[in-house]
Nanobody, 117 residues
Framework: QVQLVESGGGLVQPGGSLRLSCAASGSIFSINTMGWYRQAPGKQRELVATITTSDTTKYADSVKGRFTISRDNARNSVYLQMDSLKPEDTAVYYC???????????WGQGTQVTVSS
């Protein structure tokens, strides 16, 4: 089992910035992918960004150039720096951990990000 604890959500004005953090604990496999997904009201959950233990990153087209994902393998943590936020970025953001060997996914409880003036 892997537990994920997220922090850093909140209310921000358009054009502002937020930084999300997620710490993983439990049965951490040395090779894994961590990332962020989001779900807006009435919409399906969608990928925002992922990063592997070898620092290979993937971004949704809608956040490229505005969001930056990073990780600290020693702390089993992943971060999402969100800049130039737009109202359409409003969603619940979920941290994700994927064990590269078992292919089992784990999810955090979610953190609300609201972009509004």
């Amino acid at each position: 089992q892997v537990q994920l604890v997220e922090s850093g959500g909140g209310l921000v004005q358009p054009g502002g910035s937020l930084r999300l953090s997620c710490a993983a604990s439990g049965s951490i496999f040395s090779i894994n992918t961590m990332g962020w997904y989001r779900q807006a009201p009435g919409k399906q959950r969608e990928l925002v960004a992922t990063i592997t233990t070898s620092d290979t990153t993937k971004y949704a087209d809608s956040v490229k150039g505005r969001f930056t994902i990073s990780r600290d393998n020693a702390r089993n943590s992943v971060y999402l720096q969100m800049d130039s936020l737009k109202p359409e970025d409003t969603a619940v953001y979920y941290c994700n951990y994927l064990n590269a060997y078992t292919r089992i996914n784990y999810w955090g409880q979610g953190t609300q990000v609201t972009v509004s003036s």
